[in-house]
């Protein structure tokens, strides 16, 4: 019910807003160092909401070396990482 009157106050302000917010930051790397932008992006997500989760792509080796780096922020709640 609480769901509810949250779209139909919102309907009427264009927008929803939920409970919980969800952010998906990609994690931008060189040199097993992540990027001062990715931790910019980062900061602004954890404002919105504290379910951040963090993504690193890569090669193997560029993952490898980059993941201890990202395990270490402290913002994240979760990290997935893809080679």
């Given at each position: ?9 919102a ?6 807003r939920?409970?919980?917010?969800h952010?998906?930051v990609?994690?931008e790397?060189?040199g097993?160092v992540?990027?001062?932008a ?7 997500a954890t ?9 690193v792509v ?19 709640a ?6």
């Amino acid at each position: 019910m609480m769901f509810l009157r949250l779209v139909l106050r919102a309907g009427r302000r264009g927008y929803v807003r939920y409970a919980s917010t969800h952010s998906l930051v990609l994690l931008e790397h060189e040199g097993g160092v992540v990027a001062p932008a990715s931790l910019s992006a980062l900061a602004a997500a954890t404002q919105i909401g504290k379910n951040v989760t963090g993504i690193v792509v890569g090669g193997p080796e560029e993952v490898k070396t980059v993941l201890p780096a990202a395990k270490r922020l402290v913002n994240i709640a979760s990290l997935s990482h893809f080679c």
